[in-house]
């Protein structure tokens, strides 16, 4: 059972991502001041909890994902983790009286899309059988 809670907790990171998305983008669509003002909790969310997802993806989801033939999906995968953290730096960097509503859109979208290239490009490619089994590979080798 220990498997399963593991799968819904990674399937639960990626759900958090996209809620967090579809909030910045609506605050966005409402005024450029209220995304802006949620500039330091996207951040500290980009830094924390979406940064050790994509590190545990990298380093103990994905080679086992390459070894069911998803080697061109972990590479685009990749590229947009590598967009993500490009998009936070920038908001990171930002002067801190800017207006960035424009960046966290941006970043909200990258979050979106790559959160929707997972869901339809890489997790339905394995049985839930074959994701608790990468589940316990992850274990095994101490992820």
Not at 54 to 65: G, K, T, V
Not at 119 to 128: A, K, M
Request: hydrophobic fraction near 40%; charge should be negative.
């Amino acid at each position: 059972m220990e498997y399963d809670r593991m799968l819904a907790e990674l399937f639960q990171e990626e759900d958090r991502a996209r809620e967090m998305a579809h909030k910045l983008i609506g605050l966005a669509e409402q005024s450029r001041e209220a995304a802006t003002i949620e500039r330091e909790s996207l951040l500290a969310f980009l830094r924390g909890p979406m940064e050790r997802h994509f590190c545990y993806e990298e380093s103990a989801i994905f080679p086992h994902l390459e070894d069911h033939g998803l080697g061109e999906e972990v590479q685009v995968a990749c590229k947009q983790h590598a967009a993500i953290r490009d998009a936070a730096r920038a908001l990171a960097e930002a002067p801190q009286e800017e207006d960035v509503a424009h960046v966290i859109v941006h970043v909200a979208k990258l979050m979106l899309h790559h959160t929707n290239f997972e869901g339809d490009y890489i997790y339905p490619e394995l049985t839930h059988e074959e994701w608790r089994e990468l589940m316990k590979a992850t274990v095994r080798q101490g992820a």
